[in-house]
C-alpha cells in the first residue's frame, strides 16, 4: 500500500475531503479528468446562479415601472452577460486550485480518467496506486433521452448552453424540472423566445401543485409557452431550425433545443464490476449508511452514490465520511434531511415532506398554507407571486416539512430546516418575534395558520 487514500473526482465532496484529509497528515491522491471542481464549479450551480442574476438585473429593470421607475429601453448585452459568467467560473476554478496546492505535499493532483482495478487499487495517467481508502465522487452527467432523432440534432445539455456566443431566437426546452425551469426562465429574460415541454402535468412536479402552478403563473405572465403532460416524440432539422413533435401531435419549432431531463452517474467506466463495487438499476454506487459499498476500503459520495443531488448535500458528505475514515461514525447519511431551492424567480425551496408525499405515506399531519402575497414585505416590493406552506406532527408539534415559492425562498427554508434539525417545535416560530416588515414574517405567519396555533 504507497497511500493513506485516493479520492476519484474533484467535486463538492471530494476537494473538501481529500484537502483535510491531506492536512491531517495523510498521504492522498486526488484524481481528476476534466476541470477541478467539478459540475457546481463548472457547469451547475457557478454559472446558472450567475446567468439567473444577469436574467434578474434585466427582468426588474424592464419592470421598474410597476414601482414607478422609468429605465428607459433595456438591452442585454449576451456576450458580457456570458464573459461574466465565464470569469465567476475562472475565479472559483482558481479557488480549487489554489486549496489543492494548499495541501501539498501530503496531497497530490494526478490528472486523468481514473478506474479502480483491483482490491483498494486506482489506475490513473498509467500510474497505479494502492490506498488504505478509496473514495469515488464521481458525480453525474446529463441523460441523453432516447427521443427518435435526437442524436442527429445538434441539441444542447447545461454544459453546452454555458459555451453559446450568441443568444437563441427561440429556445426549445425538453424537461421542466428545476434546471429546465431555471434556465429557461433566465433565456426568457435574455430575450428569447421560450418554450418548456414537459411530461408531468406540472413544472418542478415532485412539488405540490400549488407551488408548480404559481411558477407555471409567472412563467406564462413572462411569455413562455408551456406544454404540459407532452411528451417530445420526435425531433428533427439541423443548426438553427429543430422541431419537436409532440405527443399531443403539436409541432414546435426552435433555433436551439435545450434537453433538460435528469442526470447518470459517471460509473460506467469506472471499473466497478472488477473491483467489486455493487452499482444499482440506474448505475448509482449502491452505499450503506456510512458511504461503504460493497467492496471493503471502497467509499462512494455525493451525486453518485445516490445522494440528493444537491452541492450542500455533496459537501455534507464528506463531512460525515470524514469522520467514518477517521473512525468516529456518527449520524448516518440517511438520517439528514436536505433542503434545496430552485432559483427561479420567485424561487421555490422545500424542506422535508411535501404534502403529497405525507399523504402517499400515511404521514398523519396537519397542513397550513398562505400567499406569498399577503406578506407585508412582498407587497412592498411587489414580489407576491407564491404560496407559503407548512406541514406538522399533531402529536410532537414537530415540523415535517415545508415549502415555499415566493422572493428569497432559498434564505427562507433554513428557518425550517434548522428546526427540524434541532427538533423543535413549530411552536417555536410562533414565540419568535419576526422582524417587521421582513420576508420571514410570511414563515410564521404561515405557521400561525394552523388551526393549532390560530389566535382567537
Ligand atoms: C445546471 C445545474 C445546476 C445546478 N444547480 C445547483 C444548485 O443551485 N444548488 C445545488 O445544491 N446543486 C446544484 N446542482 C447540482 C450540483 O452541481 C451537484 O449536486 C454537485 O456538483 C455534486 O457534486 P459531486 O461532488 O457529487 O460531483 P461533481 O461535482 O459532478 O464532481 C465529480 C467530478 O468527478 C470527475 N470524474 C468523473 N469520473 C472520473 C474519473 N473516472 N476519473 C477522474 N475524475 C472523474 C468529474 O470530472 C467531476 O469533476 C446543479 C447541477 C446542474 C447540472
Redesign the pocket.
Known amino acids: 500500500m504507497d497511500l493513506d487514500a485516493i479520492v ?7 476537494v473538501p475531503l481529500a484537502t483535510r484529509l491531506a492536512k491531517g497528515g495523510k498521504t492522498v491522491l486526488l ?15 457557478t454559472p ?2 450567475t446567468l439567473v442574476a444577469s436574467a434578474r438585473a434585466a427582468h426588474v429593470a424592464r419592470t421598474a415601472g410597476r414601482l414607478g421607475v422609468r429605465t428607459g429601453g433595456v438591452s442585454v448585452d449576451f456576450p458580457a452577460v456570458m464573459a461574466r459568467k465565464d470569469e465567476i467560473v475562472r475565479i472559483w476554478r482558481q479557488g480549487v486550485e489554489r486549496r489543492i496546492a494548499g495541501a501539498a505535499p501530503n496531497l497530490r493532483l494526478v490528472r ?4 479502480l482495478v483491483g482490491e483498494r487499487t486506482v489506475e ?1 495517467a498509467g500510474e497505479r496506486h494502492r490506498a488504505g481508502a478509496v473514495v469515488v ?4 452527467r ?1 441523460v441523453e433521452p432516447p427521443i427518435p432523432g435526437l442524436a442527429r440534432v445538434p441539441w444542447l445539455d ?1 454544459r453546452r448552453l454555458m459555451d453559446l456566443a450568441e443568444l437563441p431566437v427561440r429556445l426549445v426546452v425538453i424537461g421542466g424540472g ?2 429546465g425551469c ?2 429557461a426562465q433566465a433565456y426568457r429574460r435574455f430575450g428569447s423566445e421560450v418554450t418548456v415541454v414537459e411530461p408531468a402535468g406540472h413544472l418542478l412536479a415532485h412539488e405540490d401543485a400549488e407551488a408548480s402552478e404559481a411558477i407555471e403563473g409567472v412563467f406564462r405572465e413572462e411569455g413562455i409557452a408551456l406544454h404540459l403532460g407532452a411528451r417530445a416524440e420526435e425531433v428533427a432539422g439541423g443548426a438553427g431550425r429543430i422541431t419537436v413533435r409532440l405527443s399531443t401531435g403539436e409541432r414546435l419549432e426552435g433555433s436551439h433545443l435545450l434537453v ?1 431531463t435528469g ?1 447518470r452517474p ?1 460509473t460506467d ?2 471499473g466497478c464490476d472488477g473491483a467489486g463495487v455493487r452499482l444499482d438499476g440506474r448505475g448509482f454506487v449502491v452505499v450503506d449508511d456510512h458511504y461503504r459499498t460493497s467492496a471493503p476500503g471502497v467509499y462512494a ?4 452514490s445516490g ?1 440528493p ?6 459537501w455534507d458528505d464528506h463531512r460525515l465520511l470524514f469522520e467514518v475514515l477517521a473512525g468516529r461514525p456518527g449520524r448516518g447519511r440517511k438520517d439528514r434531511i436536505s433542503p ?2 430552485a ?1 427561479t424567480d420567485p424561487q421555490v425551496a422545500g424542506v422535508g415532506l411535501t404534502e403529497k408525499a405525507a399523504r402517499a405515506a400515511g404521514v398523519a399531519h396537519e397542513v397550513a398554507r398562505m400567499p406569498f402575497s399577503h406578506v407585508a414585505r412582498a407587497i412592498e416590493t411587489d414580489e407576491k407571486a407564491g404560496v407559503l406552506k407548512v406541514l406538522v406532527d399533531p402529536s410532537s408539534e414537530r415540523i415535517l416539512g415545508a415549502s415555499i415559492v415566493g422572493a428569497e425562498a432559498g434564505e427562507l427554508i433554513h428557518v425550517f430546516a434548522a428546526l427540524i434539525a434541532a427538533g423543535a417545535p413549530a411552536r417555536a416560530i410562533v414565540e419568535m418575534e419576526a422582524v417587521h416588515p421582513a420576508f420571514a414574517e410570511g414563515v410564521q405567519s404561515v405557521v400561525m395558520a394552523l388551526d393549532r396555533y390560530a389566535l382567537p
Do not use: M, W
Request: charged share 15%.
Open positions: 476519484i473526482g474533484s467535486g463538492q465532496a471530494g484524481a481528476e479528468r476534466g476541470e477541478l471542481g467539478g459540475t457546481c464549479v463548472n457547469t451547475g450551480c446558472t446562479k486523468g480518467h481514473a478506474r490513473v465522487n464521481v458525480g453525474t446529463p447545461n428545476y434546471i431555471e434556465l433538460a442526470r459517471n467506466d469506472l459520495v455525493g451525486d453518485c445522494s443531488q444537491f452541492t450542500h448535500t455533496a434545496y431551492a432559483y
